[in-house]
Structures are given as structure tokens and as C-alpha cells.
């Protein structure tokens, strides 16, 4: 009877895109309609800052994370071309470097220098990629879906205190905006802690922390400049 182990690793690089746009788009856009609530606009000026929030959010997602995973990309294809053109010129001493880390890793230098050798004869660009620079398929992120997933869970997250802020009146909009928000947050950081098998207390508690910090700090700008003015 074979034995699989339900591994969480390999949820990490959607888990951290999703996480990462929907806690930003929660953050900064309940934290914007807080601080110009605090500064004493009026409801519409709330709305269409949240709005602009929201779209502005979801470009910078986007743009981030496109140049980002394109940076990426161009690193690990200049990196394979590094070593396609050093198995080109020095077969054997490729031999040699990928045995040497199989013997570090714990095989006798015999065991070792097979292993390379029949993982170079199958592959010997992927043998070298995945041992010696540390690549594996999780690394070909594309562009553009990266930019479009990080843009829409932005807005999903931006929605929600946006949603709230069209809803409430105007004296209990800073109050319902960060609770619901904070929840939000908690909910958020438990279901992303979950997915990823850690402890849903701490997930929900620390994205919580760091979000009612926001918050706080930009109602205490906004209630300033709308003293000053």
C-alpha cells in the first residue's frame, strides 16, 4: 500500500499572490476611505477617493507583479543560458560539479558520479538547473497571468470596505468600514493559514495586526489635515 503525504508547498507561490492582492486591496483602500472620513469629507468624496483607491491599486498590483516575475524570468533564462554554454565547452567538469553536490548532499563519491552521470545523459540542462541553481517548474510564472491574478484579488479585497462605505451613513462609516474590515482581515489570514497548514489563530491575528495599525495611523492623518484645513 503506497503512502502520499499531502505536501502545502507547493501552494505557496498562488497562495502568496492571493494573500498578498487581497490583503493590499482591504488595507489600503479601508485605510484611504478612513482617513479622508476622519478629515471631514463629504460621502461622494469618500466614494470616488475609495474608487480611485480601487483602480490605482489594482494597476500597481498588476505592474508590480508583472515587471517582477518578468525580472525573474530573464534572471533564470540568463542563468540557463550560463550553463547550457558550460556543458557546451566542459562536459566533464559539469560531470564533476553536479557529482560534487550529490556527495555533499550524502552519497559515497562512487554512488555520486553515477547519479550524474545518468541524470546528465537523460537531461543534463534540467539536472544541472534543478540541482546546481536550485530551478524547478514552480519557477516558470507567467507575466501576465501573475499581473492579472494580483490585479483581480486587489479588487476583490478593495471592494469589500468599498461596499460598506456606500452602504453605512456618514456617522458610522469610519466604525463599520474598520470593523468589517478587520474581519475581513482575520477571515482572510485563518482561511490563507488554513490552505497553507499553519495555525489559523496566528494567520488571522497577525494580518489583523498589521491592517488595524493602518488604519489607525491614517485616521490619525486624516483627523490632522482636517483639522488643519
Excluded: C
Aim: a negative charge; charged letters at 15%; aromatic letters at 6%.
Amino acid at each position: 500500500m503506497s503512502h502520499e503525504e499531502d505536501h502545502r508547498s507547493n501552494r505557496v507561490g498562488w497562495l502568496r499572490a492571493a494573500v498578498l492582492g487581497a490583503n493590499d486591496g482591504i488595507v489600503s483602500t479601508a485605510s484611504l476611505i478612513i482617513g479622508v472620513t476622519a478629515a471631514n469629507a463629504t460621502q461622494h468624496n469618500i466614494l470616488l477617493a475609495g474608487i480611485a483607491g480601487l483602480v490605482a491599486g489594482a494597476m500597481s498590483m498588476a505592474a508590480g507583479e508583472y515587471v517582477s516575475v518578468s525580472s525573474q524570468l530573464d534572471t533564470i533564462k540568463a542563468d540557463l543560458a550560463l550553463e547550457k554554454r558550460s556543458l557546451e565547452e566542459d562536459y566533464e567538469d559539469e560531470i564533476d560539479e553536479l557529482a560534487q553536490i550529490y556527495e555533499n548532499r550524502g552519497l559515497d563519491s562512487i554512488m555520486a558520479r553515477q547519479v550524474a552521470e545518468k541524470l546528465m545523459e537523460h537531461d543534463a540542462l534540467g539536472a544541472h538547473a534543478r540541482d546546481e541553481i536550485g530551478l524547478s517548474d514552480s519557477n516558470g510564472a507567467n507575466p501576465i497571468q501573475a499581473a492579472m491574478f494580483s490585479a483581480a484579488t486587489f479588487t476583490i479585497g478593495a471592494a469589500l470596505p468599498l461596499l460598506v462605505a456606500w452602504l453605512v451613513p456618514l456617522p458610522m462609516l469610519i466604525a463599520m468600514v474598520a470593523g468589517s474590515s478587520l474581519l475581513f482581515l482575520a477571515s482572510l489570514g485563518a482561511i490563507a493559514a488554513r490552505a497553507g497548514g499553519a495555525s489559523m489563530s496566528i494567520g488571522a491575528i497577525r494580518v489583523t495586526f498589521w491592517g488595524a495599525l493602518a488604519m489607525a495611523l491614517t485616521a490619525m492623518v486624516g483627523q490632522f489635515f482636517g483639522i488643519v484645513t
